[in-house]
C-alpha cells in the first residue's frame, strides 16, 4: 500500500488486502521455514519447532498487518517478520514444553531476540545451557535473516535502540515466567519493580503482560523504511505501542485463555484482577488509551484499525464464548463501536471459513 493511498482505505479494504495478499506470502514462508525445521538432527527440538509453526502460525498472519503499512515492501517486510515471530513461538515451546525450568538456560535462549535485532552482532551459542541443541542451525538461520533483512533499512540505526529494548523485555518475560511455580511470581515481581514507576498508571502484570508483545517491534521496523524518520517520531511510537497497544494485544490474549490457564496451572496476568468487572474496565482502558495515542502518530487510522483488528480477532475466538468471560466479550464490542463490530463479524466469517 502506497502512501497516498492510506488516506482513502477503510478498515474492510484493509482486511481485504490482509487475507487476498499478505496471507499466502506468510503461508510460503511458514512452509520454508517448516522445512528447514524438519531437518533437526534431535527430534525434541524438531517437534517443537514444527508444533510452534502448526499451532501458532497465527502470530504470524497478525503481526504481518504491518507488510500494509505505507511504503514497505510487503515481501520484505513479511520475511522479516515471519522470521522474528516464528524464532518467539519456538523458543516460547522450548522453555515451557521441555520440562526444563532452567533460568540461566532460558536467558542464554533469549539472546536470539536480541541479537536478530543487532545487524552487526556475531551469534551466541544460544544453546550454551540448554540440555538438547542439535536443531541444524535452525535458530541460528532464524536470527541471521531477521539481521539480514535489517541491513539495507534507510532508518534503522534511528529505532535500532527502542526496538532492543522491547526484545530485551520480552526475554526477561519469558526467562522468569517459564521457571518453577514457586519461584516465577517472585521473580517477576523484582524485575518489574526495577522497571515501574510508584505512580504508574498500570499494574505489575499489566507492564508483563506489555513485554510480551512484538508488535512493537514489527511497527519499528515498518517505519524505519523512512529515510527521513525523526527520532521524536520513533519515542512517540513506542510511548504509544509500550504500554498500551503492545498491553491490550497480550491481555486479550490472556483473556481468553483464562479457563484453559487456570486447569493448567499457567500463569495468566487476567487472572490477577479481583472480579469480572475490573477486568472490563482495565481492557477498556487499555482500548481507548491504544486508540488516543494512536492519534499522535503519522497515519493514525491504520494503527487504529491495528487495535480494532486486536479486538476482532480475539474476541472473535471461540475460547471467547465459554460462559466465563463470554459477557465481558458483549460489553467491550458493544462498548468499542461499529468498527469493531463490522471487523468482529468479519473475523467470525473467516474462522468459519479457517482462513484465520
Not at 526496538?163 to 517477576?188: D, F
Request: hydrophobic residues 40%; charged residues 25%.
Amino acid at each position: 500500500m502506497n502512501r497516498s493511498s492510506l488516506r482513502t482505505y477503510n478498515s474492510i479494504k484493509l482486511i481485504y488486502l490482509f487475507v487476498a495478499k499478505v496471507f499466502p506470502i506468510v503461508k510460503r514462508e511458514l512452509n520454508e521455514w517448516r522445512q528447514k525445521a524438519r531437518e533437526a538432527p534431535d527430534a525434541r527440538l524438531c517437534q517443537q519447532a514444527l508444533e510452534s509453526i502448526r499451532w501458532k502460525a497465527f502470530h504470524c498472519q497478525g503481526g504481518s498487518i504491518y507488510a500494509l503499512y505505507p511504503g514497505v515492501p510487503r515481501e520484505a517486510t513479511i520475511r522479516f517478520i515471519v522470521a522474528y515471530q516464528t524464532m518467539s513461538d519456538y523458543l516460547d515451546n522450548l522453555v515451557d514444553s521441555l520440562e526444563v525450568q532452567d533460568e540461566k538456560a532460558f536467558a542464554q535462549l533469549h539472546l536470539a531476540m536480541q541479537e536478530a535485532l543487532n545487524p552487526e552482532a556475531d551469534l551466541s551459542d544460544y544453546y550454551l545451557y540448554y540440555p538438547y541443541r542439535e536443531d541444524g542451525g535452525y535458530l541460528k538461520n532464524l536470527v541471521q535473516t531477521c539481521q539480514e533483512s535489517l541491513r539495507n533499512l534507510p532508518s534503522y540505526q534511528t529505532v535500532q535502540g527502542e526496538a532492543i529494548k522491547l526484545a530485551e523485555l520480552y526475554a526477561s518475560l519469558q526467562t522468569y515466567k517459564h521457571l518453577a511455580v514457586s519461584e516465577r511470581e517472585g521473580k517477576m515481581v523484582d524485575w518489574i519493580t526495577t522497571h515501574l514507576a510508584a505512580d504508574s498508571e498500570i499494574t505489575i502484570w499489566e507492564f508483563a503482560a506489555a513485554s510480551g508483545s512484538t508488535l512493537g517491534i514489527f511497527c519499528l521496523f515498518s517505519v524505519a523504511h523512512d529515510p527521513k524518520l525523526a527520532l521524536k517520531q520513533v519515542e512517540t511510537i513506542s510511548q504509544t505501542y509500550f504500554p498500551w497497544i503492545c498491553g491490550l494485544h497480550i491481555l486479550l490474549d490472556y483473556f481468553i485463555d483464562l479457563r484453559e490457564d487456570r486447569e493448567t496451572n499457567q500463569l495468566n496476568f487476567v487472572a490477577y484482577y479481583e472480579n469480572p468487572e475490573i477486568v472490563f474496565k482495565r481492557l477498556q482502558l487499555f482500548v481507548e488509551n491504544s486508540l488516543k495515542q494512536a492519534e499522535r502518530l503519522e497515519y493514525a487510522k491504520f494503527h487504529q484499525v491495528v487495535v480494532q483488528g486486536l479486538l476482532a480477532m480475539y474476541l472473535s475466538d471461540e475460547k471467547s464464548m465459554n460462559g466465563e468471560i463470554r459477557s465481558i466479550v458483549k460489553r467491550l464490542i458493544e462498548k468499542c463501536g461499529i468498527g469493531v463490530k463490522l471487523l468482529y463479524w468479519v473475523c467470525r466469517q473467516l474462522r468459519k471459513r479457517k482462513i484465520i
